[in-house]
């Protein structure tokens, strides 16, 4: 079967770093992508991987690594506003979207 | 651009009846657009994927005659909960591929909140 693994949750402190964890087994891949969810809200896209490597937008920077089928989301100078679910997702070999349960993360002051 | 306007943001009705939720790209045709139903403190499920001009695609164990969907134009499908139950109340979210995002990047609308009595 199919499946994305992420914490169920995290707590980090205002203005320090976390890095939220996903792993993955599905068949095939075509490319992975993270999205924040705030409650009671709609996802938005964050950032998209489909190349090992890091892609950093900001102060978020997400990394890939296809052939230990891993990712992981990066937040720096973390912000209250940051209080949010991040949702990892995978595009498999039929394009089809699969997604992990989401890491809820809080942040304290 | 790519913005996806969904309608209403939240319902209340009684058991038995059908609720109609609208999803419109604003600035864009979707010729594609997908329904989510998510449950409190758990992840997206795909309901179907909403062709225009032709029937949707259901994905396994969601009841195509209960939840009706309609793409009839470019800008607009329609998730119509029929007979709904209890069991029913979610949040329905609907979205489309932002257009020349290369990665096929979804855009979500804001969410449909049903609660059933």
């Known amino acids: 079967g199919q499946n994305i693994d992420q914490p169920t949750e995290m707590t980090a402190t205002e203005g320090a770093i976390v890095q939220i964890n996903c792993t993955y087994q599905?068949?095939?891949?075509?490319?992975l992508f993270w999205y924040q969810q705030h409650a009671g809200e709609a996802p938005t896209f964050l950032s998209y991987?489909?190349l090992d490597g890091l892609e950093e937008k900001g102060r978020f920077s997400s990394f890939l690594s296809r052939s230990k089928g891993y990712s992981y989301l990066l937040l720096k100078e973390l912000q209250m506003k940051d209080s949010a679910s991040y949702l990892c997702?995978?595009?498999?070999?039929?394009?089809?979207?699969?997604w992990g349960a989401g890491t809820k993360l809080i942040i304290k002051p | 651009g790519a913005v996806v306007s969904q309608h209403p943001s939240w319902v209340i009705c009684k058991s038995g009846t059908s609720v109609k939720i609208e999803c419109r790209s604003l600035?864009?045709?979707?010729?594609?657009m997908f329904w989510y139903r998510q449950f409190p403190k758990q992840s997206l499920m795909l309901m179907a994927t909403?062709?225009?001009?032709?029937?949707?695609?259901?994905e396994q164990g969601v009841e195509k005659d209960k939840f009706l969907i309609n793409h009839a134009s470019l800008t607009l499908s329609t998730l119509t909960v029929t007979s709904a139950h209890p069991e029913d109340s979610s949040f329905y979210i609907c979205?489309?591929?932002?257009?020349?995002?290369?990665?096929?990047?979804?855009?979500f609308g804001a969410g449909s909140r049903l609660t059933v009595l």
């Open positions: 600035d864009f045709q979707a010729t594609t």
């Open positions: 909403s062709n225009e001009g032709s029937k949707a695609t259901y």
């Open positions: 599905t068949s095939g891949f075509n490319g």
């Open positions: 991987n489909v």
């Open positions: 997702a995978v595009k498999d070999s039929n394009y089809q979207l699969i």
């Open positions: 979205s489309a591929s932002r257009p020349g995002s290369g990665a096929n990047v979804l855009t």
